[in-house]
């Protein structure tokens, strides 16, 4: 079997109202090397840490830099 990466990109997305987006920040992003085919991301209360799931393998825990 062949493995195939898939990149994953993980965004902020701030709301000003509903539906209207004031700010998108990209928080992570990756070639598939790290994990491949993200698809669900979740950031601590503090905003420190980061678990990012997937369809295919296990949580990806990262630590977020302070901005």
């Given at each position: ?17 509903p ?15 790290a994990?491949?085919a ?30």
């Amino acid at each position: 079997m062949r493995s195939v990466l898939a990149a994953k990109q993980v965004m902020r997305v701030t709301m000003s109202s509903p539906w209207n987006a004031l700010k998108v920040e990209e928080i992570y992003s990756n070639d598939g090397t790290a994990i491949s085919a993200a698809s669900v991301a979740v950031v601590d209360a503090n905003e420190t840490a980061m678990l990012i799931g997937t369809v295919a393998s296990n949580a990806y825990y990262c630590e977020l830099k302070s901005a």
